[in-house]
């Protein structure tokens, strides 16, 4: 440490600055204390606040204490800092007032003067207390009184300048104490000089900073006026403020060069434009560079200069700071933005000066970090110093093929001088380095002697460069030095050297799908693997370049051409082929077979169309293109046939291939589509859902590994197939573009053929397709001659003629002239010949071939059609008229169907179900020239009518009404209609009462037919008719043959009126009307209108001497509830058979509504006694009473005869125990023999008065 | 080179991926400074990759201005995305985007 007696040494720029304390006053005392002192001061830190908002730091203050000199203060003006006293101290022992008084005092005021006439105000007096020297001196005054006066000559306002210390020297608490006061003292006073003076030197600075756009200002200046405040942090240990004020600098240099650019240029700036002369590099082992410092002092850098000071500086900061990784990161943006800036401030700079420099700079730069970090650190962060390693190797390199050391022949002399020049230009080494092997001037002085030196060095950079860039993960970092690399060794004429390189280039350019990268890579390759004779890989490369459009055409064409002159050149040994991949020479677009649906039969001709769109800039000649094709039989027979095949293959027989968009396979395209499914997971107790998700099903296809080893691009991959069946197409010249190929094959064998391969053949390059996908697929058939009839409409319709469909396929069979089917005819069914029946044949693709009249020869049993001549694999169409009998559905069980026909009795099922149609199969045999086989073909007809009749009666009068309802989509018309009695008994007639035919019928609807009946004599009980009416298709005119008509046969039964029923309802007597709610009688009267007939002949009559009787019950029912019967509603009566015989009844009926209302029913039945002996009056009345019969009685009223028999037959079985006799039987009578003469009557009934009556009297 | 570039990305996204998660930066600023170029990168949420080459000598544009224009860019990419004709994997053939590009390089240079 200074002593304080020593001369102030000059100003020494370096870390050991300290801020400067002067001592005056007693310098032995100070002497004696020193060591202390300068031991304690920095041991405590002081919190330091700071103007401008900046953040409290805690600093460790150290000073250096000087002995106080005049000349030390500053003059006016002068703005050094690093020299600037921050504080002044006055020390003195002095414990005695008179010789206090003597010197001290003078002393003190001598030294405030001085520093007032500097205005200098940060002082300090200490007052340095002895026990020793107070013992002496024996207590004369008291301590302090010294310390006060101090106090009170000097400290007027500021008695806190004048600190005690006690005993420095001993080893006390009170020592200690008055120390540490001392010591807090000390710091705070110097940290408020601090804040004074660099505050104010701040101000000035700033003063200064403003006045930059005033003509005459000096960076120069500035920069060394702001570095005075850097040192003075540094100084205080403030490296991060030091920092700032550099950077405030280089940002503010920055500035006005890009300012500079923009046409804005300061006059100071011009001076570092001056030409670059010395490309010395950073020098970074000093920590200031005292030279530049100096050029820069006197306005004499250069920019490089300046700019290496400052980074110069910048580093070493950094260094203390610890961030030697921003030191690599600042160089590289330091060492670019040089080279801009030198470009844009147009320095002239001699050719591979810059690369020199920053050459040189970064492996400084490199160096000095290595310096002070060990290995491991260095390891963990390459990310930041790999930049500059690749910095290095590029530089090197362009210098490398600036001097010409890359060449084969090595530097010419040119270049020998331009080196020369070069290592001129570095100056001598600098004297720090001279000794260290490695420093990076004697390896650029090295590698730039000679061309296996530089061979040496460069290799060493660039294998350091790939490896750090392989160790942090930056393979495409890696990929790139790895090209330049390659470029080097195709340079020095090694190109196995450079293809390892270049293959790994382009693997990973092609994984990722980069376009021009590719392109540009595959360029160096080609011409790597020509050189290094690899032909066939070789020839593929030119074929991916001849195919690549980011290759200018000259190019392509050159790389087609080279395949070309390789095709025709090699001839020397024939067989030997060179497969290519196709995919680089032409791709295949779409596949289009004709017949389209890509299945032939046996012999045909399949013909394939490929379009086929080649790459190749220049049209080739290919000599053969060739389909390989994989030839399997179907197991599955049924598959075979043509039908299934015709009908399961409906492509339109053009097949689409995927075109890859880009010129390489993406790896990703490559990758399996993700097969992704739910999932589910319930917990076994509650079923719960516990857990959902997705799970991927081939994450083992996804994620593996992309294998490195193969190559996406190897030949070897291709594989030659060897087919037995090939298609063929030979010399094609494919144009650029698409191209359409034709191949025709003829089929032969029947089975499934798979194309795979295809193959162009230019001489002994073949370029091979390996797989066609999707999979493509032709199939070749043989076929049975077959038959097929099937009507023309929906159904066929009985009765009209009716075209049917006829289709011959002839499979493999071919028609012969003279060849005949032979159709043995039902009966019912006729084939109507018309003189003109053509045929059409069609080829198998359904293209209409001919169309031929057709000879149909017809006799009794057997209808015979010459066919006409057809090849295999044809279908003939032809279409004949049948005609099916109308068979009616009979009601008799007469059939009139005999032979092959069997009529399906349906007719109860079509009642039932209302709208189907009865229909009739008719089957035919026909013999086929190709069979020996009949083929029995069934035809079904259906019977457009249905047909039902009911019998009418008014009184005596009856008639008969038939209808005809159109179950058919035609519309026919009706004519002649007739209805005969079989039986003719000429006592019978039938009057028709209908309107003139012919009618229409139309689809869905029905048309009535009206007979009266008329008879002479007492008529039969059963009556047969047959209905029959002439019919033809309304839309159709004048038929050439005579149809049949349709007819309907049935029988009418127990036709003749036997009994009249009346009713009658007169309101009660007096009243005019009836009235709701009052009774009414209802007079029945039931007359026997004939005398005994045939049909009364059963057990209800009765004969008692001539005289005949018959037993009829009665029913009154009212279905709608009008009236209320009172009493009996039924009752049985014995009814004497005899014309004119009249039976009366009365009733009481009520109204229960008002208005007209419709008389009761009244019903009549046989009543048969079980015994005809039986007193039946009392069983029926007893009947009768049992079941209770009133209104509900309509419950039964749906019951017909047979039913209430049943119902009769239950009751008696519950009831005869008592009685012990069979129940009576009723018998309805048929509705011809019962005419009620009061049907349709109504009653008027007026409402009553009183309505609550009513209401009980329904309740 | 835009392709060495991408190392960078990775390495930052891959970063940023473990420290910052939820952050919303997607600008990755300055990726690969070269002499001639500097290389500023930019990725969306859906890691989407952006990287713009611009001259060194550009000393108009500022990292504010970049951050802008990549901003821009992500914008119209995503009306791009969200054209239902639009096949996510296809070459960009969107008029719209094309025009914005073109504009910003205009302004740029």
């Given at each position: ?90 020390w003195t022992e002095c414990c005695d007032t008179e010789v206090y008084k003597a010197t001290v005092k003078d002393d003190l005021t001598k030294w405030q003067n001085v520093l007032k006439a500097h205005s200098s105000v940060d002082w300090l007096i200490v007052v340095v207390e002895n026990d020793a020297k107070k ?470 001709v399949l013909s394939v169309d490929i379009t086929m769109c080649s790459q190749m800039p220049v049209p080739v000649h290919v000599e053969q293109i060739a389909i390989t094709v994989h030839f399997s039989i179907e197991k599955n027979n049924y598959r075979k046939t043509a039908e299934w095949l015709t009908k399961h ?611 | ?100 590009v073109t504009s910003m390089m205009i302004q740029v240079c």
């Amino acid at each position: 440490m200074d002593a304080p007696e020593e001369p102030l040494p000059p100003v020494i720029y370096t870390m050991e600055n300290k801020p400067i304390v002067t001592c005056a006053g007693d310098q032995n005392l100070f002497t004696s204390i020193y060591p202390t002192l300068s031991q304690q001061l920095p041991r405590e830190p002081m919190e330091w606040r700071r103007s401008y908002g900046r953040a409290p730091k805690m600093i460790h203050l150290e000073s250096n204490f000087v002995q106080f000199k005049e000349e030390l203060l500053p003059k006016e003006g002068n703005k050094a800092l690093l020299t600037f006293p921050f504080l002044h101290i006055y020390w003195t022992e002095c414990c005695d007032t008179e010789v206090y008084k003597a010197t001290v005092k003078d002393d003190l005021t001598k030294w405030q003067n001085v520093l007032k006439a500097h205005s200098s105000v940060d002082w300090l007096i200490v007052v340095v207390e002895n026990d020793a020297k107070k013992k002496n001196k024996t207590n004369i005054l008291p301590r302090t009184s010294i310390v006060d006066k101090i106090r009170n000559d000097f400290c007027n306002k500021q008695s806190d300048r004048c600190v005690v210390l006690s005993d420095p020297l001993k080893d006390s608490s009170r020592t200690q104490e008055s120390w540490n006061a001392f010591l807090t003292k000390l710091r705070t006073s110097l940290l408020m000089s601090f804040t004074k003076n660099l505050g104010k030197f701040e101000d000035d600075m700033r003063t200064l900073r403003e006045k930059r756009t005033e003509p005459g200002w000096s960076f120069c200046d500035y920069f060394m006026v702001q570095e005075e405040l850097a040192f003075v942090f540094e100084m205080l240990q403030q490296f991060e403020d030091a920092l700032v004020q550099y950077d405030e600098l280089d940002a503010l240099f920055s500035q006005y060069v890009v300012n500079f650019g923009a046409g804005d240029g300061a006059n100071w700036l011009t001076f570092f434009c001056q030409p670059v002369k010395s490309w010395n590099g950073l020098i970074l082992r000093k920590p200031i560079d005292m030279e530049k410092r100096e050029l820069i002092q006197r306005q004499e850098a250069t920019l490089l200069d300046l700019r290496s000071y400052l980074f110069s500086r910048q580093c070493t900061l950094l260094l203390f700071l610890q961030r030697p990784w921003e030191v690599a990161q600042r160089a590289l943006e330091l060492l670019h933005s040089c080279v801009q800036e030198l470009k844009l401030l147009e320095v002239s700079v001699p050719p591979g000066a810059l690369d020199c420099w920053v050459f040189l700079s970064c492996l400084e730069v490199l160096q000095r970090i290595e310096g002070c970090c060990d290995r491991a650190q260095i390891d963990s962060n390459i990310a930041h110093t790999v930049g500059l390693w690749s910095y290095a190797t590029e530089k090197l390199k362009s210098l490398g093929y600036l001097c010409g050391l890359v060449s084969e022949k090595g530097p010419n002399s040119e270049d020998l001088n331009r080196i020369v020049d070069l290592l001129a230009g570095l100056g001598a080494e600098r004297p720090e380095t001279a000794n260290t092997a490695q420093s990076p001037y004697k390896k650029l002085k090295e590698a730039l002697s000679s061309v296996e030196a530089f061979e040496k060095h460069y290799l060493d950079l660039s294998h350091a460069a790939i490896e750090m860039h392989t160790s942090i993960g930056r393979t495409r970092s890696a990929r790139l030095v790895g090209k330049d690399l390659a470029e080097f060794y195709m340079r020095k004429k090694s190109p196995q050297k450079a293809e390892i390189y270049l293959q790994g280039a382009l693997k990973n350019y092609l994984a990722e799908g980069w376009a021009l990268p590719i392109t540009h890579t595959r360029k160096q390759l080609a011409e790597c693997q020509k050189h290094l004779g690899q032909t066939e890989n070789y020839l593929q490369t030119s074929s991916l370049l001849a195919s690549d459009h980011h290759v200018t055409e000259e190019e392509r064409k050159h790389f087609c051409q080279e395949i070309l002159s390789f095709a025709s050149r090699q001839t020397d040994s024939p067989g030997h082929k060179i497969v290519l991949p196709l995919h680089c020479f032409a791709q295949l677009r779409d596949l289009h077979f004709t017949p389209s649906n890509a299945v032939v039969h046996v012999g045909g001709v399949l013909s394939v169309d490929i379009t086929m769109c080649s790459q190749m800039p220049v049209p080739v000649h290919v000599e053969q293109i060739a389909i390989t094709v994989h030839f399997s039989i179907e197991k599955n027979n049924y598959r075979k046939t043509a039908e299934w095949l015709t009908k399961h293959k409906t492509s339109n027989g053009i097949i689409n291939f995927p075109t890859e968009t880009s010129p390489f396979p993406a790896s990703q395209n490559n990758l399996p589509a993700l097969e992704l499914y739910e999932m589910f997971e319930r917990s076994p107790s509650d079923n719960s859902l516990n857990t959902t998700g997705i799970i991927c099903k081939n994450v083992h296809m996804l994620l593996r590994r992309q294998e490195s080893s193969t190559s996406l691009e190897t030949p070897s991959g291709v594989a030659l197939e060897d087919g037995a069946h090939v298609l063929k197409c030979n010399d094609v010249t494919l144009e650029p573009g698409a191209n359409r190929i034709t191949f025709r094959t003829q089929a032969k064998e029947p089975g499934t053929y798979t194309l795979r391969q295809l193959c162009a053949s230019v001489g002994p390059v073949w370029f091979v397709l390996p797989h066609l996908y999707p999979l493509v697929q032709y199939d070749v058939y043989s076929q049975e001659p077959q038959l097929r009839v099937e009507p023309l409409a929906d159904s066929l319709l009985a009765g009209i003629p009716q075209k049917v469909k006829f289709t011959v396929t002839t499979g493999h069979y071919t028609v012969k002239n003279g060849d005949s089917l032979q159709l043995s005819n039902a009966e019912a069914m006729l084939i109507l010949c018309h003189a003109e029946n053509r045929a059409v044949i069609y080829s198998s693709t359904r293209e209409k071939a001919s169309d031929v009249s057709l000879r149909v020869q017809s006799s009794d049993k057997v209808t015979s059609i010459s066919l006409p001549a057809a090849p295999a694999y044809h279908m003939i169409e032809f279409e004949l008229e049948v005609l099916s009998l109308p068979s009616a559905p009979v009601t008799g069980g007469e059939s009139s169907m005999l032979g092959m026909t069997e009529p399906h009795r349906k007719h109860k099922d079509t009642q039932k179900a209302g709208h189907c149609m009865a229909t009739t199969d008719h089957k035919v045999s026909i013999d086929c020239p190709w069979s020996i086989y009949s083929t029995v073909i069934a035809l079904t007809f259906s019977v457009p009518f249905r047909t039902t009749h009911s019998l009418l009666s008014a009184g005596t009068r009856k008639y008969i009404q038939v209808c005809v309802q159109n179950l058919s989509e035609l519309d026919f018309q009706l004519s002649d209609g007739n209805l005969v009695d079989p039986g003719s008994s000429a006592d019978l007639q039938l009057v028709p009462l209908n309107a003139k035919s012919p009618q229409h019928i139309h689809s869905k609807q029905s048309t009535f037919f009206v007979w009266e009946l008329k008879w002479t004599r007492e008529p039969p009980p059963s009556l047969r008719c047959q209905f029959s009416v002439g019919f033809s298709p309304a839309s159709e005119g004048q038929l050439s043959i005579p149809l049949k008509p349709y007819t309907y046969e049935f029988q009418v039964e127990n036709f003749f009126t036997l009994y009249n029923v009346r009713a009658e309802i007169l309101p009660p007597s007096g009243a005019e009307h009836c009235r709701t709610g009052s009774l009414c009688s209802l007079e029945v009267s039931i007359t026997r209108l004939s005398g005994l007939l045939e049909v009364d002949k059963d057990e209800a009559l009765t004969e008692s001497d001539e005289y005949f009787s018959t037993k009829l019950m009665y029913e009154v029912v009212d279905n709608s509830s009008n009236w209320a019967v009172c009493g009996k509603s039924s009752g049985v009566i014995s009814m004497p058979v005899v014309a004119q015989a009249t039976h009366r009844v009365h009733m009481e009926v009520m109204p229960l509504f008002a208005g007209y209302l419709p008389l009761p029913d009244v019903r009549l039945f046989k009543y048969l006694p079980h015994h005809s002996a039986h007193s039946s009056q009392l069983d029926a009345d007893s009947w009768i009473e049992n079941d209770s019969l009133s209104v509900d009685k309509h419950v039964d009223e749906q019951l017909d005869s047979s039913s209430i028999k049943s119902r009769g037959s239950v009751h008696s079985a519950s009831s005869s125990e008592p009685k012990g006799l069979p129940m009576p039987r009723l018998q309805a009578l048929p509705p011809g023999q019962v005419f009620n003469s009061s049907t349709g009557m109504q009653v008027l009934v007026i409402p009553s008065k009183d309505d609550h009556v009513l209401e009980v009297s329904v309740t | 080179m835009v392709h060495t570039s991408l190392d960078v990305v990775d390495e930052k996204i891959s970063a940023m991926g473990k420290a910052l998660v939820d952050q919303r930066e997607l600008y990755l600023g300055l990726l690969y400074p070269t002499e001639d170029y500097k290389v500023y990168g930019y990725v969306t949420n859906s890691k989407v990759k952006f990287v713009m080459v611009v001259d060194s000598s550009n000393t108009a544009l500022r990292d504010n201005e970049i951050r802008s224009m990549f901003r821009k860019l992500h914008n119209s990419y995503t009306d791009v995305m969200c054209n239902p004709f639009y096949n996510p994997g296809d070459h960009i053939q969107s008029r719209a985007f094309d025009s914005m590009v073109t504009s910003m390089m205009i302004q740029v240079c």
